[in-house]
């Protein structure tokens, strides 16, 4: 049985932040991800993690001026003094937190471009191998042009390749099932070829990214195969709900509580 992680960046909104954590442990999660902690104190966060049973499935790295429209420093090859910072910054959230994995994301850069292609690589380098001291792993996310237009990573083979090629044990792909479906498609074909690569997954509906309940694809179907996979990690569930957030977890139902 998949093991869900709550998205707190989107789901439980109609509470603050730090009072999501008891939103969702209250709903029957047991993991949750967020995108960004960096507004509250680590400890703040721990605390909540603790005080509700909560494991950290996944957070990401800082990404810059985010209001400003930055998505991360990883392929801009002039900010690489701005993506060691942000390594450093999440250092103490990550050890607040427990978590295992942190998600390094690429910025806006033309993928055509070779200067931005050479500084992605050094950045995943770089990051892993800084990151894999610390027994943490880190993922990368091809995310899709409609959401994000000019994102550098927008390419699940692309991601695929350079983890492979790159062969750190620590660096594994965040495949958003979301994304697959809209760059890509035939999604479960791609779980199957890519699981051993996979460190995260989520979900939400498509095309109109709510509770993966319906609309174009079947995600019953899908944790089954998760399941036959042997796929052990967290599926984040990052969509945001079409009204109040518990009125939408039917879906959610017969996964609550579930234990790795
Ligand atoms: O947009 C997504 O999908 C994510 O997983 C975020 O963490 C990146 O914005
Ligand atoms: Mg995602």
Same mark, same amino acid.
């Given at each position: 049985?998949?093991?869900?992680?709550?998205?707190?960046?989107?789901?439980?909104?109609?509470?603050? *932040?730090?009072?999501?954590?008891?939103?969702?442990?209250?709903?029957?999660?047991?993991?949750?991800?967020?995108?960004?902690?960096?507004?509250?104190?680590?400890?703040?966060?721990g605390e909540r993690l603790r005080g509700n049973g909560l494991t950290q499935a996944l957070f990401n790295l800082p990404p810059g001026n985010w209001e400003a429209g930055e998505k991360g420093f990883a392929?801009?090859?002039?900010?690489?003094?701005?993506?060691?910072?942000?390594?450093?910054t999440a250092l103490p959230y990550a050890q607040a937190t427990g978590v295992k994995r942190l998600h390094l994301?690429?910025?806006?850069?033309?993928?055509?471009?070779p200067q931005a292609e050479a500084a992605f690589t050094r950045s995943v380098v770089w990051t892993a191998e800084f990151l894999m001291?610390?027994?943490?792993?880190v993922v990368i996310e091809p995310i899709n042009p409609r959401n994000v237009p000019g994102y550098f990573l927008n390419d *699940?083979? *692309?991601?695929?390749?350079?983890?492979?090629?790159?062969?750190?044990?620590?660096?594994?792909?965040?495949?958003?099932?979301y994304h697959c479906q809209i760059i890509h498609g035939d999604v479960t074909m791609r779980l199957r070829e890519?699981?051993?690569?996979?460190?995260?997954i989520q979900i939400a509906s498509i095309p109109s990214r709510h509770e993966p309940d319906g609309e174009?694809?079947?995600?019953?179907?899908?944790f089954k195969e998760l399941d036959r996979l042997g796929y052990g990690g967290f599926v984040g569930c990052e969509y945001n709900p079409r009204g109040k957030t518990t009125d939408g977890l039917a879906w959610?139902?017969?996964?609550?509580g579930a234990k790795p």
């Open positions: 049985m998949p093991r869900f992680a709550a998205n707190l960046t989107m789901m439980f909104n109609e509470v603050p *932040f730090l009072d999501r954590f008891e939103a969702a442990a209250k709903a029957g999660f047991t993991a949750v991800e967020f995108l960004f902690p960096y507004d509250f104190p680590a400890d703040a966060i392929a801009l090859p002039d900010r690489f003094g701005d993506l060691q910072d942000s390594v450093r994301m690429a910025g806006i850069a033309d993928r055509r471009d001291a610390h027994g943490l792993d *699940f083979n *692309f991601a695929r390749d350079l983890i492979v090629e790159l062969e750190i044990p620590n660096l594994k792909l965040q495949f958003d099932i890519m699981m051993p690569i996979i460190g995260h174009e694809l079947n995600y019953p179907f899908l959610f139902k017969p996964y609550a």
